[in-house]
């Protein structure tokens, strides 16, 4: 079955391509394995999925211990990498702390932090990459407790995150604060590992006891980075999406257009109702930067008409277009599924915008209104050094 974004949806060359030249595509038929990046990146954000499959699992063993905040009213993510998960007690404290801002906005570039991501930068600081001077063994990080953040901005809010129970507390490392009065659930991320790692392995059980040791980190190695096919499957009526794969732009040039196409699978136990759609995934409801005009919605890149089995793959077509920018931009952006009030799955997706691409004139299709928007690939790359700092 394919479901198109709008009515109609018409093919066109883009960018490179109108000037006799083929467009650069991605297509992912199979995942990066969390390994693939110890040597080829310094962004978190490559295992942002997996990670969000973790915490999802996290919140299927422990309902409550994290709980997600949004940013606006003052919170600004800073970054691709950032899983806005703490507390119950820590949000409420955090969000009290940014109402007796005055108006200054939170600059927050971590918060909670998965085995997964943890892995990764021990595995660059061992390797003396990236510019990280320290980070934990996985399983031993302040973040992976679920009451940890990073503030790039942290001499503006010492004082008043210090009113609302949030502290400094690694010495060397001012922009980690930690909500002491939450409690630690560092090791329950480990265990959400290894139970998605026996669900989608069950030939190769390894212990679901939370401790990070050789048999987890060899499974966390040749894990896929963009997530198990069979996440957490605690969500109400056994909803869950994998990716099997997608056609994309890896790079388009300004204001040009371009068809994304994604094959999604049913990966859980339930149907998906007819009416399941592809909305943005934090916060919900924010208008998509990768907006075309035929969109069902500035939030929603398409829904789908029909029902779709367990097991069942659907593919969609959605339109895009890049924004107009004068320099080299890499953008992302986070989408999730949405069957009524349920949200399930997530698809990560990032393009490079070059100027470079249109040199030879003539190449860019105009997009109406220049509103920003982009053309879509797997794996988010963003830098994490761009402070040299302790990772705690």
């Known amino acids: 079955m394919r479901v198109a974004a709008a009515a109609t949806v018409i093919a066109f060359a883009l960018g490179a391509a109108a000037c006799g030249e083929a467009p650069e595509l991605g297509t992912i038929a199979a995942a990066s394995t969390v390994g693939d990046h110890e040597t080829t990146t310094c962004a978190t954000a490559v295992v942002i999925e997996l990670s969000r499959q973790i915490a999802a699992e996290v919140d299927c063993m422990s309902p409550g211990q994290l709980v997600a905040f949004a940013e606006g009213g003052g919170i600004v993510f800073a970054g691709s990498a950032v899983l806005p998960y703490v507390s119950e007690t ?115 059980a390894i212990a679901e006891d939370g401790q990070w040791g050789p048999q987890t980190e060899a499974r966390l190695v040749v894990a896929p980075a963009e997530g198990f096919a069979r996440g957490p499957m605690c969500a109400p009526g056994g909803l869950a999406m994998s990716i099997d794969a997608i056609d994309a732009p890896r790079v388009m040039a300004p204001r040009a257009r371009a068809t994304v196409s994604l094959t999604l699978r049913n990966s859980g136990s339930m149907p998906w ?96 209104g220049g509103g920003p928007a982009l053309a879509l690939a797997l794996v988010v790359v963003v830098n994490v050094s761009r402070r040299r700092r302790r990772r705690s």
């Open 90 to 204: 820590a949000r409420e404290d955090l969000l009290a702390a940014v109402a007796a801002g005055a108006g200054r906005s939170l600059e927050v570039t971590s918060a909670y932090r998965t085995v997964a991501q943890q892995y990764l930068l021990y595995a660059w600081f061992q390797r003396g990459r990236c510019g990280i001077t320290a980070a934990a063994v996985p399983g031993n990080s302040n973040h992976e407790s679920g009451r940890a953040i990073d503030v790039s901005n942290y001499s503006a809010w010492i004082a008043t995150l210090a009113d609302h129970a949030w502290d400094q507390t690694v010495p060397g490392d001012p922009v980690h604060f930690d909500h002491a009065m939450s409690p630690d659930i560092r090791g329950t991320d480990v265990a959400a590992f290894q139970r998605l790692w026996n669900r989608n392995n069950p030939g190769d």
């Open 273 to 368: 109702p007819a009416g399941t759609a592809i909305v943005t995934a934090e916060p919900a409801g924010r208008a998509s930067g990768f907006a075309e005009l035929g969109w069902p919605a500035p939030d929603r890149p398409a829904v789908i008409d029909a029902e779709v089995a367990p097991g069942a793959v659907v593919a969609i077509d959605v339109e895009v277009v890049a924004p107009d920018v004068a320099v080299v931009t890499e953008l992302t952006e986070s989408f999730a599924m949405l069957a009524g009030s349920t949200r399930f799955g997530m698809l990560a997706l990032v393009v490079r915008v070059d100027p470079d691409a249109s040199a030879s004139g003539g190449c860019n299709a105009g997009a109406a």
